[in-house]
């Protein structure tokens, strides 16, 4: 991989992600990236240039799942979360539900992403997404009684102004929207979920009858929520660069949903 990225003019992979994600801004999109677990300095490297970052803390448990060569650590992960807050990056993070943890450890995941939030206000929604069978997992899926009361859990322990989200392409979202759900996060029709790809997304017309059925208007949202825009009249705050913010209001749909946010509208997918 190393030597594919010199052969770029690249000396590290968030050298070459900047220049992606300047790309991805010149082609009117705002990039939201998951590179994994940063340290500060790599993830300053990219900031300016990302309307909003995520990592799925997934569990702050060791468990069986997170072995292997592709081991993932909770304190990295923690860590990441906590390095965003620092820098001032509006951030999305998950548990992952059905991976081997317990009831508390997924009382403690959740706490932990609170704590981080109160601290730094970071953290923009919290994914409550079941484990899905794939290439990497075989050992199934949570019902939907546990899905129901993790959903619940997380609504009762995060702050109001975090929102809890569910995949619609994994979870059984109709019946979760009482429990607490109010974003259904990125749905694409021409793109496939890269990290599940054979779980496509539910058609728009789908999530509009059901959104509709839970008396839940479904509307589009920008990947960085509104209470971290900067006010009418500041081309940037803290959380948002002057590069992203230019970017929404150069684009005249973004534009128009940038005023609609900065008017008190509330906007709910992206």
Same mark, same amino acid.
């Given at each position: 991989?190393?030597?594919?990225?010199?052969?770029?003019?690249?000396?590290?992979?968030?050298?070459?992600?900047?220049?992606?994600?300047?790309?991805?801004?010149?082609?009117?999109?705002?990039?939201?990236?998951?590179?994994?677990?940063?340290?500060?300095?790599?993830?300053?490297?990219?900031?300016?240039?990302?309307?909003?970052?995520?990592?799925?803390?997934?569990?702050?448990?060791?468990?069986?799942?997170?072995?292997?060569?592709?081991?993932?650590?909770?304190?990295?992960?923690?860590?990441?979360?906590?390095?965003?807050?620092?820098?001032?990056?509006?951030?999305?993070?998950?548990?992952?539900?059905?991976?081997?943890?317990?009831?508390?450890?997924?009382?403690?995941?959740?706490?932990?992403?609170?704590?981080?939030?109160?601290?730094?206000?970071?953290?923009?929604?919290?994914?409550?997404?079941?484990?899905?069978?794939?290439?990497?997992?075989?050992?199934?899926?949570?019902?939907?009684?546990?899905?129901?009361?993790?959903?619940?859990?997380?609504?009762?322990?995060?702050?109001?102004?975090?929102?809890?989200?569910?995949? /619609?392409? &994994?979870?059984?979202?109709? +019946?979760?929207? $009482?429990?607490?759900?109010?974003? =259904?996060?990125?749905?694409? *029709? #021409?793109?496939?979920?890269?990290?599940?790809?054979?779980?496509?997304? /539910?058609? &728009?017309?789908?999530?509009? +009858?059901?959104? $509709?059925?839970?008396?839940?208007? =479904?509307?589009?949202?920008? *990947? #960085?929520?509104?209470?971290?825009?900067?006010?009418?009249?500041?081309?940037?705050?803290?959380?948002?660069?002057?590069?992203?913010?230019?970017?929404?209001?150069?684009?005249?749909?973004?534009?128009?949903?940038?005023?609609?946010?900065?008017?008190?509208?509330?906007?709910?997918?992206?």
């Amino acid at each position: 991989m190393y030597g594919q990225l010199a052969e770029w003019g690249h000396d590290s992979i968030h050298t070459y992600l900047r220049e992606v994600c300047e790309s991805t801004l010149e082609e009117g999109l705002l990039p939201h990236s998951n590179p994994g677990d940063q340290t500060e300095e790599q993830m300053a490297e990219v900031a300016d240039v990302n309307a909003s970052m995520g990592v799925m803390l997934e569990t702050t448990a060791d468990v069986d799942a997170h072995a292997g060569p592709r081991r993932k650590t909770p304190r990295q992960r923690l860590n990441t979360i906590r390095t965003a807050g620092e820098l001032n990056v509006p951030f999305t993070t998950g548990v992952l539900v059905g991976i081997g943890e317990t009831w508390r450890d997924r009382a403690e995941s959740l706490l932990a992403i609170r704590e981080l939030h109160e601290r730094y206000g970071h953290v923009q929604e919290v994914i409550v997404q079941p484990v899905v069978d794939n290439e990497r997992w075989s050992a199934g899926s949570p019902g939907l009684a546990t899905m129901r009361r993790v959903v619940a859990m997380a609504r009762f322990a995060l702050p109001e102004e975090v929102s809890v989200q569910v995949p /619609p392409n &994994l979870a059984p979202v109709r +019946d979760l929207l $009482d429990c607490g759900v109010d974003d =259904l996060g990125g749905v694409s *029709p #021409v793109t496939a979920d890269h990290i599940n790809p054979d779980y496509a997304w /539910p058609a &728009l017309r789908e999530l509009e +009858d059901i959104a $509709d059925e839970a008396g839940v208007p =479904l509307r589009e949202r920008l *990947p #960085v929520y509104e209470r971290f825009l900067p006010a009418d009249g500041e081309s940037s705050n803290r959380w948002c660069s002057e590069r992203i913010a230019g970017a929404i209001r150069a684009d005249d749909d973004a534009g128009e949903r940038y005023r609609q946010v900065l008017a008190g509208e509330s906007l709910a997918a992206d």
